[in-house]
Every structure is written in structure tokens, then in C-alpha cells.
């Protein structure tokens, strides 16, 4: 695990009701820590029966245990000594509550200053992160490994694991993942099939990231998503969203509703091709969570009520050999200057990227052009995530 090389120490003087006992072996440390704190040196012991996914949290075995001497200082002064994240793997966007994301962006808030500082954040030095991605990816992939490297740590990648990892054998996804989380403390998974990060994470004994599933959920991109609409607009509560394009498949639409729907008096208009439509069980969920919403086909219209636009590509790899059906929903709704016309003037045009010809090259000239500011606070909620999860609050 991370910090081999550093002498682990706590103060004992000014909270006694903490038993800590220290321990060094094969140049890892980990903390017994009552209060909960520290994940160092510890995995998760999975109940599959209960509600509660780690509540039992159990030592991992170690051999030729060799104890080691503490020197007390401040706790404050311990990079080790936090509180925990709630959350153990990010897999869905219906994990979090608006405590909880308020947190995060302020978290992001700060991890925008590190990034921006001519020094070098250290703070997960001995952390390795693997990024294990059996669909393409540039943002996605990239953004995290900076985000990795920006705070000290390092990281082992496989970019198309598809093709070009043992699954390509016949290798089962939880065989590999039982593999990588031996090579690594963390691991960020974009997998084809909707469902494999939740098997992903029910395997691992370290953090997983669900960077893309299938048509399933993106939630590290609706996180971004919705903290860039706050630092845009200013606001969450009464703000309205057109999700545009492809939303039956597209997985970053899906996360995003799943959030706004934590925000009060928020109204979404869903502008798609008939062959791509928002799915019933986001509808559903929507309605059951007191979000109004409506489906429309004029995005004229749509575009002018909205504080933001959200444009999404029709997504080719989706359609499988149904390429008829891919060239009817393509190219139909396209923001352009015309769109930019009768949007608001605070209000503002997103995409989760890559675009193809869904925004016009001339809107990117405008200021309302968010999706670039978009993709660079990627960087900041994921250098927030990792530092969560490996360090705590």
C-alpha cells in the first residue's frame, strides 16, 4: 500500500480512547485504528446479504509481521489520519445525496488550487491507480491518470482491454479484476457490457471507479456534469436541462438525471430522435422523485426556456448492423448559431464529448460554449474522487 518508506505515526496524548497499534511488514504499513479512520493495509470483507456492503471491515493476512517503533506526534500532522469517505466504489450516480456532492465540490474546489499551484502535490505518492478500459476513451482515461499523477501517484494502464488483455482469451471479468487489484490500490473500469462495475466492485477488495458501462451509467462524467452547470449558472435548485441526442444509449444522460434529480424545482425536456428516447426507467424514477419532465421535439423551443443544453452524439457503436437506423436519428438535432440565437443569455451548451458534427464548430467561439470548461473540471472532481477514496475527507 501506499507510504512503504514513511514511519506511520499517531498521537496518543490527546486522544487516548484511540488504540493504535503500528505495524510494518514487506515495506506496508496499516493502522488498527478504532475510531474507523484508516483504510490503510485493510480490505473489505463483503456482506452479500446485507444492505450495508462493507459494514465488516477485516485485516488483510500478512506474513513475517515485524513491529516497528512510533514516534508520536500531532494527529494533524498525519497524512493518514482522516475520515472516511462514505462511499467504498463509485458505480452509480443514485449513490450520492446533495451532502455528499456539496463535499465533493468543494473538495474539487481545492484540488483546482493544487493543480493550478507551481508545487507538487505528494499526497498519494506510493499510491499505483490502474485504468483498465475495454472501450476507447480520451477524456475519460486521460483525465484520471493526470489526476493520479497531479497528486503524487502513479499508474498502471491497459487501453483496450478488449483486444489486447487476457479477456481476449476468455478471461472472466472477475478473474482479472482479482489480478489487477494485486498490482494496485485502486482501479477506474470502462467496460462494455451495463452491470460490469457493480460484478467489478461486488470482487474487488480495493476501490473501483465505474468509468463508463455499456449503456448503463457514466458518474464520475455526471458529477463533473452537474458541478460545472453549478460553477455556469450559479445555482441548482430551479434551473432547467435539455438533454439532447441519443438518450436511450447515451450512459452520460442517464447519470446526469439521476442527480438533477436531487435538486429541487428542477424541470429536464428530453429533445431526441424517436429511435433513441429516454428509457421508461429514468422516466419513472424522474416522476417517482417529484422531477417534472417532458418530452418535446422542437429544440428551438426547448433552447430557449433551458439554462443549459445538453448535446449528446448519436452513438454509432450502439446501433450494432442496424446502420438504417443510426443514419434516421443522425443529424437531426444540431446546435448551431441559430440555436445560440434564442438561448438565454446566461445560459449554457455542454457535451460529455466527443462530438461529431451535433455542435457546429462556429458555436465554440461563444461564450455560453461550455464543453471544454466542462472537460477540464473532469480533471478536478476526479482528482477529488481518488484523493476520497484513498485518504478519506
Request: charged share 30%.
Amino acid at each position: 500500500m501506499a507510504a512503504s518508506s514513511s514511519l506511520l505515526t499517531y498521537s496518543l496524548q490527546e486522544h487516548a480512547s484511540t488504540e493504535t497499534a503500528i505495524k510494518r511488514c514487506k515495506g506496508y504499513m496499516y493502522g488498527n485504528l478504532c475510531s474507523s479512520y484508516s483504510r490503510i493495509g485493510y480490505s473489505k470483507t463483503k456482506f452479500r446479504e446485507n444492505s450495508s456492503k462493507w459494514e465488516h471491515i477485516q485485516k488483510s493476512p500478512m506474513r513475517n509481521e515485524i513491529l516497528c517503533r512510533a514516534v508520536e506526534i500531532e494527529n494533524s500532522l498525519s497524512p493518514f489520519v482522516s475520515k472516511k469517505f462514505e462511499l467504498d466504489d463509485v458505480i452509480e450516480s443514485q449513490q450520492f445525496d446533495r451532502e455528499i456532492l456539496n463535499d465533493i465540490f468543494d473538495v474539487a474546489h481545492d484540488m483546482e488550487k493544487i493543480e493550478k499551484s507551481s508545487s507538487k502535490s505528494q499526497m498519494l505518492k506510493g499510491y499505483l491507480m490502474a485504468t483498465l478500459f475495454y472501450e476507447p476513451s480520451t477524456r475519460t482515461r486521460l483525465s484520471f491518470e493526470s489526476a493520479m499523477k497531479r497528486l503524487g501517484g502513479e499508474v498502471l494502464t491497459t487501453e483496450n482491454a478488449r483486444e489486447f488483455s487476457s479477456a481476449a482469451k476468455g478471461e472472466t471479468l472477475e478473474d482479472t479484476i482479482r489480478t489487477v487489484e494485486g498490482y494496485s490500490d485502486i482501479i477506474v473500469m470502462r467496460h462494455f457490457e451495463s452491470g460490469a462495475a457493480k460484478k467489478a466492485a461486488a470482487t474487488a477488495g480495493i476501490p473501483i471507479i465505474n468509468a463508463g458501462d455499456g449503456p448503463g451509467q457514466h458518474p464520475t462524467q455526471a458529477l463533473l456534469d452537474v458541478y460545472t452547470i453549478q460553477r455556469e449558472i450559479g445555482k441548482l435548485d430551479g434551473i432547467k436541462v435539455g438533454l439532447v441526442g441519443d438518450l436511450a444509449n447515451g450512459r452520460t444522460v442517464r447519470s446526469l438525471a439521476y442527480l438533477l434529480a436531487k435538486y429541487q424545482d428542477v424541470k429536464i425536456y428530453f429533445v431526441s430522435p424517436d429511435v433513441v428516447k429516454m428509457k421508461d426507467d429514468i422516466k419513472e424514477y424522474l416522476s417517482a422523485q417529484g422531477v417534472k419532465w417532458e418530452e418535446c421535439e422542437n429544440l428551438m423551443e426547448v433552447a430557449s426556456e433551458c439554462d443549459v443544453v445538453y448535446q449528446t452524439r448519436i452513438q454509432r457503436e450502439r446501433f450494432g448492423e442496424r446502420i438504417d437506423l443510426y443514419e434516421q436519428a443522425r443529424g437531426k438535432y444540431i446546435v448551431d448559431k441559430n440555436v445560440l440565437k434564442v438561448m438565454q443569455r446566461h445560459a449554457v451548451v455542454m457535451h460529455p464529448l466527443p462530438r461529431l458534427d451535433e455542435i457546429t464548430v462556429d458555436v465554440d467561439e461563444d461564450p455560453r460554449a461550455a464543453y471544454f470548461r466542462q472537460a477540464k473540471n473532469g480533471l478536478y472532481i476526479r482528482m477529488a474522487l481518488v484523493k476520497l477514496l484513498l485518504l478519506g475527507w
